[in-house]
């Protein structure tokens, strides 16, 4: 019997459609994964059921009746509970607080009950069989303990369907063998729970089904017993390359940056070379480190261990000044908080890495300084009224090309492209695509992250895959395809030539966004 | 797209229109008001805080609040005042020193928010008490008076009989940090800083040597705001410091400074001492108490908050 | 939430048995005198519950007082009130049980010793309030801040009734700081009795402060002089801003040169003020005059006095003893200095 079932939901945001017609159906009592790239639409999915969001069209039956939406409200009343992957708690309140906090069952005004909460606390963490004191601050807590209580918090509120948003990214092994025991018994207890993760092994342990998506729309609901990892795989990436990218020389031989040993950061044991107008592409999931592995290599983080050369030189920087000044500039991933200086004019934002070059003295020249404006403004070709338009009335496209022109400004020759294109819309795309390829010829080198797997298998010659702040592997372009570098970066054991298996170990702390 | 543009206008010349507004109301209210004495008077009144809320703006535009500032002033005051009385060195010698140490206080301030990883002001919170009990353990409680007449001519003197040197003095800092502030790339990597430390960092920014000049800079202007307080009333003393703290930051908060840094004009600053200024003169000229002055700054703080937050919503 | 509880009650009971210990834990030694008290009135037993003993001047009269009353053969003690009318409650209990026989109380906040020194009456204890008054008490040791002003007037009217004789208006600038209390207080006594004392006199215009501050005042004599150039008099309520005033008009930008038809009259201040006071003996600064009270020697003095007085039946039933105000103008300067005490003007060779 189904508890829940999902008919034709679609929502979009500006520019991009997350959900695209899903229907899926959910049955009493069972365990069902729901997995699927980055930006398969898993998250939407979620805040939809639990009332976060509005979907645009379509409809949600539960408990026989249909719903346009859900609210939080309606979702609470239907004994519908979700553990983010961020917790939400109060850190400095007790264990038993938390529990209560909003779960009240009298309305109105009243004092708290402390004692009959306690009890209770004291009963549900009996349940749960883990060694949790009641009047422990939740500070004091593991991340799984945490995790934990969330879930005794949804069993206190009498919860029927329980959604997990990767329950175990950061938790041990014996801490998962726990939460799953606490799974299966909530199971056994007829309720429902929908669990997303990357790890993919895991999910042959635990679920009953799997919901596969890709894109924003609904592939595959496959018993467990049906398939195997492989398959699992294919569904997930299956799709055809569609978009075009502009081409692309092939690189040089020369050397330009050596990477051996790297760690540091979240990141371990990382090795890789870049040649000479080369573009480098970094595949992984979220949590990965990719991120952190590029601010590893451009001094902004601190480094552990390992070696950066450049042009054969070894370069033993601790800052991105540094790193500027040896020549690498970086792109990063987040535009707003880290890219650029929303309150402040284009001209402004492009000259800022480099205004001792373009100063007599302490005295900016303003001739100088309009003059590189106005040459990176029509090199990136940014679309702008003038350069002393605030950036943040510019697109996100526009923007991203501001953040670029700022580092080209600087004349590096090695340049790392953080999520180049996230948010961007597909024609803008092409642009920063072109501009990737154009400063490949000039004979630039380029390292990109990107979680977008037609766009790294698009413009890459080379790439490198992480996995938990490892590196799982590194294809050549003969050797691309979706699958490997797929299975590489879920730490899939049975990948080919991959011989490192996943130990179910991740740090805590990592990956935690989503 | 014009009323958007009138809208900011307006904000960007609320401050010059209500200072013009409250001298005009000040000189039909009171005959003695646009005399050149008094004139002259309010000048004088307001060149230290001139030069204060030129520090204050330095410091909110880095991203921070300094509330030890007045203590600063205390120190050093009474630092230089005691050097002289008791003859330990000669005057300018007196001065350079007192500048020198309020530089260090204020680097003190700045190393201690980067090494306790904390705010600025929370920071400041503690180091102001420090300096409190430096500038007591200085001035023993006492209050130095009857500074040498030499002392006083670096405030007082009148060139020509009318120009007051303190206003010569501030008006050339006010050049100078003006210049620096909108004119080298140092000032331009304040803003930077200021406005987003994380970019700033990632564009290659030195955040840290940027941010300790800033300290140094704004300490220096401490440092001269106590040089010029002090010759203004031919003594110091502990607590003449404190009081001014909060007119400084009001005199920014006034001209649209914001909180979060990176933003800040200097004229806007100038603007609104005098604002402050004027009020103060011209209230206490027509006869009104002191009361009715808090209600006056409190009503027209809100009214430049509701004017800026309206020209923010349009830009 | 109840942890929180529990620990905050635990915490104050804490505080609450250490406060309670502290003044029992300090032994006091039944000295002779005490076994032989008898109505000679031999040196007796005398606590001082203080407000506090977190400034300078707390210590320093705390430690002037058991040294006076010691040299004169009394066994004293000292508890700090903390801020906190617990702690003085429980204090004041001690020294009941203690049977001490004179009690000083300065109470943090008025009316909360009311009961407690009530029972250490009916216990035979004589209750001094000091600077504080309680509901009900045998003596009482207080400043007369409006007495201060009306000297301050007097003083200036020394110097009014010479200088200034042939004026026919005296005009009075008056600064004042109403934001306190105690400087209201007196403020109001100088407008109320000026015309009184030193019937010339004019108040023409009243500048108020917000800060006790030397800059405040040279900011309030620029202001004074600009719209009224024609002003004999200052007074002021404290002495940073007289300090201030002067300083301004001294000062090398100063509209004033002339002094002699000119003055400034302040109150409390110390040596800050000694050198402007000595070249207003020549007309060369306007600062002529303040009032201070009477040193902390002279307090213990007469705090002997009324521990004394209040035991043999000379001060019973709220008898209120008011610190001696000193008068320095530049002709007592120099016995102040030396002595710490003015004799050469009292406060008797004033009014009727």
């Known amino acids: ?514 | 797209m014009k009323k958007t543009n009138w809208t900011v206008w307006v904000s960007n010349l609320s401050l010059p229109i209500l200072l013009i507004a409250s001298v005009v109301t000040f000189a039909l209210l009171n005959d003695k008001f646009l005399t050149q004495i008094n004139l002259t008077n309010i000048l004088v009144q307001n060149m230290h805080i001139t030069v204060l809320s030129t520090a204050v703006l330095i410091l909110m535009i880095i991203g921070g609040i300094d509330l030890s500032i007045g203590f600063q002033i205390s120190v050093v005051a009474v630092l230089i005042a005691r050097t002289i009385k008791e003859g330990i060195l000669p005057i300018w010698a007196a001065i350079v020193l007192g500048i020198l140490v309020c530089m260090v206080l204020a680097l003190f301030n700045g190393a201690m928010s980067r090494i306790l990883k904390s705010h600025t002001m929370i920071v400041s919170l503690g180091t102001m008490a420090v300096f409190q009990g430096l500038s007591f353990l200085l001035s023993q409680s006492k209050t130095y008076g009857g500074l040498p007449k030499e002392y006083q001519y670096i405030a007082q003197y009148r060139i020509g009989g009318w120009l007051p040197t303190s206003a010569v003095i501030t008006l050339v800092l006010v050049l100078v940090v003006g210049w620096f502030l909108k004119r080298t790339y140092l000032g331009r990597h304040l803003y930077a800083v200021g406005d987003n430390p994380e970019a700033a960092r990632l564009a290659g920014l030195n955040v840290w040597r940027i941010k300790y000049l800033a300290y140094l800079i704004a300490g220096a202007l401490v440092g001269v705001t106590a040089v010029l307080l002090s010759s203004r009333t031919g003594s110091a003393d502990s607590g003449m410091g404190p009081d001014l703290t909060f007119t400084g930051i009001t005199a920014c908060v006034l001209a649209g400074v914001a909180l979060k840094g990176g933003e800040g004009t200097l004229w806007k600053v100038v603007v609104a001492v005098f604002v402050l200024g004027v009020l103060a003169n011209g209230m206490q000229l027509v006869g009104l108490g002191t009361y009715p002055q808090y209600i006056a700054k409190g009503a027209i703080m809100l009214g430049s908050l509701y004017l800026s937050n309206r020209s923010q919503k349009a830009a | 939430m109840k942890r929180f509880l529990t620990v905050l009650v635990a915490v104050l009971a804490i505080a609450l048995l250490a406060s309670c210990a502290a003044p029992t834990a300090t032994p006091t030694p039944t000295t002779a005198p005490q076994a032989t008290a008898t109505p000679t009135l031999a040196p007796g037993k005398v606590a001082f519950v203080m407000m506090g003993l977190n400034n300078p001047f707390f210590v320093a009269l705390s430690e002037a007082f058991k040294a006076g009353f010691e040299a004169q053969g009394w066994t004293a003690d000292v508890t700090s009130g903390e801020f906190n009318p617990q702690t003085q409650i429980a204090a004041v209990e001690n020294y009941i049980a203690q049977k001490v026989d004179v009690l000083f109380v300065w109470e943090v906040v008025p009316g909360s010793l009311d009961t407690v020194t009530q029972q250490a009456m009916d216990a035979g204890i004589k209750v001094i309030a000091f600077v504080q008054e309680l509901a009900n008490y045998d003596a009482a040791m207080k400043s007369d801040d409006a007495k201060v002003a009306l000297d301050e007037v007097y003083l200036a009217s020394l110097w009014t009734s010479t200088a200034l004789k042939d004026l026919t208006t005296i005009n009075v600038a008056l600064i004042t700081m109403d934001n306190t209390a105690v400087c209201k207080t007196q403020a109001d006594a100088i407008k109320a009795n000026l015309a009184t004392i030193i019937p010339t006199a004019k108040i023409v215009t009243t500048y108020d402060v917000t800060a006790e501050s030397v800059e405040a005042g040279v900011t309030a004599a620029e202001n004074i002089y600009t719209t009224h150039p024609e002003v004999n008099l200052i007074l002021t309520v404290n002495a940073s801003p007289a300090l201030g005033a002067n300083n301004y008009f001294t000062g090398v930008s100063s509209p004033m040169t002339d002094f002699t038809k000119f003055g400034i009259f302040t109150i409390n201040g110390s040596t800050e003020l000694h050198e402007a006071i000595a070249a207003s003996g020549t007309d060369k600064a306007p600062l002529r005059g303040t009032i201070v009270t009477a040193g902390i020697e002279a307090t213990i003095g007469d705090m002997l006095k009324l521990a004394n007085g209040t035991r043999d039946g000379t001060y019973k039933d709220k008898f209120t003893m008011y610190a001696e105000n000193l008068f320095i103008n530049a002709s007592t300067l120099d016995e102040y200095k030396s002595t710490g005490t003015v004799t050469s003007i009292k406060e008797s060779q004033f009014g009727k």
Not at chain 1, 252 to 281: C, K, P, Q, Y
Not at chain 1, 285 to 297: D, I, K, Q
Not at chain 1, 425 to 437: E, F, K, L
């Open chain 1, 1 to 514: 019997m189904n508890v829940l079932e999902l008919r034709s939901i679609t929502k979009t945001y500006p520019g991009v459609t997350a959900l695209d017609g899903v229907s899926v159906s959910f049955a009493s009592g069972e365990v069902h994964a729901i997995v699927g790239e980055n930006g398969a639409g898993k998250s939407t999915l979620i805040k939809v059921i639990s009332g976060a969001e509005r979907p645009d069209s379509g409809e949600i039956a539960i408990d026989g009746g249909s719903h346009k939406a859900m609210t939080p409200l309606l979702a609470l009343e239907k004994g519908i509970a979700v553990v983010y992957q961020e917790l939400i708690q109060f850190d400095a309140l007790t264990v038993a607080d938390n529990l209560f906090l909003g779960a009240s069952d009298r309305g109105g005004l009243h004092a708290v009950d402390d004692r009959g909460n306690r009890k209770r606390a004291v009963e549900i963490l009996r349940e749960f069989n883990c060694a949790i004191s009641p009047d422990a601050l939740m500070r004091e807590l593991s991340v799984a303990n945490r995790q934990l209580v969330e879930i005794a918090k949804a069993v206190l509120k009498k919860a029927r369907i329980l959604i997990m948003d990767e329950p175990t990214a950061a938790i041990t092994v014996e801490e998962q063998k726990c939460l799953f025991a606490n799974i299966r018994r909530l199971k056994a207890e007829g309720v429902t729970i929908l669990y997303i993760s990357h790890r993919l092994e895991e999910l042959f342990e635990i679920c009953d089904r799997v919901t596969v998506m890709r894109d924003g729309k609904y592939v595959a609901t496959k018993g467990i017993g049906e398939i195997d990892k492989g398959v699992l795989i294919r569904l997930m990436v299956g799709r055809e390359l569609t978009n075009q990218y502009p081409a692309k020389e092939p690189a040089g031989d020369e050397v330009m940056l050596e990477v051996a040993h790297l760690s540091g950061n979240g990141v371990e044991d990382i090795s890789f070379t870049l040649r000479r107008g080369e573009i480098l592409g970094f595949a992984g999931l979220v949590g990965a480190g990719r991120t952190e592995l590029m601010h590893l290599v451009f001094g902004a983080a601190h480094r552990t261990g390992g070696t950066v050369r450049i042009r054969g030189k070894e370069l033993a920087h601790r800052s991105p000044s540094d790193a500027l000044k040896a020549g690498i500039g970086l792109i990063p991933e987040d535009r707003k908080w880290q890219g650029c200086f929303v309150d402040k004019p284009v001209a402004w934002n492009i000259t800022v890495s480099n205004l001792p070059k373009i100063s007599r003295g302490l005295v900016v020249d303003r001739k100088k300084e309009a003059a590189l404006a106005a040459k990176y403004r029509d090199a990136m070709q940014i679309r702008t009224p003038s350069l002393d338009q605030l950036v943040v009335n510019l697109s996100g496209g526009n923007q991203q090309k501001v953040v670029v022109a700022k580092m080209l400004a600087v004349e590096p020759d090695i340049l790392i492209f953080d999520e180049p294109t996230r948010g961007i819309d597909v024609g803008t795309r092409y642009d920063i695509y072109t501009i990737m390829v154009d400063l490949a010829k000039q004979g630039k080198s380029i390292l990109m992250v990107s979680s977008d797997m037609e766009e790294l298998l698009g413009m890459s010659e080379r790439i490198v895959v992480l996995h938990e702040g490892k590196q799982t592997g590194t294809l050549e372009r003969a050797e691309f395809s979706q699958e490997l570098v797929m299975a590489l970066a879920s730490g899939a054991d049975d990948a080919a030539g991959c011989g490192c298996a996943s130990d179910g170990t991740a740090e805590a702390g990592e990956g935690t966004k989503d």
